[in-house]
């Protein structure tokens, strides 16, 4: 069965870069149309969505957010990695990785992983 | 970027009722939206894709239905276990955006 978990610092300080691993398993990221993004969730706050990766390396990020963010895909470590710098409080959310089938669901996250909880204070 | 407007933001409902949540794109998305099922301290869960299609293993007391800008999920008779806050999701183009949530509490 497909699984995803996230991990990476729990605090991180103002302007500081933040890094996030996604490790998967149950899919190869490798596998034509398969893609993985990240959401994020402030607390008590809807879902937003800041990044995909594609089999292919096609990238696709949220435009408010694209200038500071990059994602990254190793497919023998089954890992995609999300950066975002210059962190700042407002930031502070649940960050969530989830997989995005082929086909014409793409962009639809069926598989999430349980989120990492990050905050930004000094 | 399109807009998702979840109505109502919280409803009160008791168990065995029908509840219809509504979820309105800025512009047309054809059926490509997703509807989640999300509880506290929880990972989204996601429940329908392409407006009406059930996710495997979500039981058939949620239904969707819709298709250009306005959608419905809709749950047959409300259990315990369905109170949470429901999202819906538009993948229809980038940006990927979210509604902003319809909570559902109990009654």
């Known amino acids: 069965q497909i699984t995803l978990k996230e991990s990476g610092p729990t605090l991180v300080k103002p302007t500081k870069t933040l890094t996030l691993t996604c490790t998967f398993s149950?899919?190869?990221?490798?596998?034509?149309?398969?893609?993985v993004g990240w959401i994020r969730q402030p607390p008590g706050k809807a879902l937003e969505w800041l990044a995909l990766?594609?089999?292919?390396?096609?990238?696709h990020y949220s435009p408010s957010l694209q200038s500071r963010l990059t994602i990254t895909k190793d497919t023998s470590k089954n890992q995609v990695v999300l950066t975002m710098t210059n962190m700042d409080p407002v930031d502070t959310a649940t960050y969530y990785c989830?997989?995005?089938?082929?086909?014409?669901?793409?962009?639809?996250?069926?598989?999430w992983g349980q989120g990492s909880l990050v905050t930004v204070s000094s | 970027d399109i807009q998702m407007t979840q109505s109502p933001s919280s409803l009160s409902a008791s168990v065995g009722d029908r509840v219809t949540l509504t979820c309105r794109a800025s512009?047309?998305?054809?059926?490509?939206l997703a509807w989640f099922q999300q509880k506290p301290g929880k990972a989204p869960k996601s429940l329908i894709y392409?407006?009406?299609f059930l996710q495997s293993g979500v039981p058939s007391k949620f239904s969707g239905s819709g298709s250009g800008t306005d959608f419905t999920l809709t749950i047959s008779s409300l259990q315990p276990e369905d109170f949470a806050t429901y999202y819906c999701?538009?993948?229809?183009?980038?940006?990927?955006?979210f509604g902003g949530g319809t909570k559902v509490e109990i009654k």
């Open positions: 512009q047309g998305i054809s059926n490509n």
């Open positions: 149950g899919f190869s990221l490798s596998t034509s149309g398969v893609s």
């Open positions: 989830a997989h995005s089938p082929d086909g014409s669901s793409w962009g639809f996250f069926d598989y």
């Open positions: 999701q538009q993948y229809n183009s980038y940006p990927l955006t």
């Open positions: 990766i594609y089999w292919n390396d096609d990238k």
């Open positions: 392409a407006a009406s």
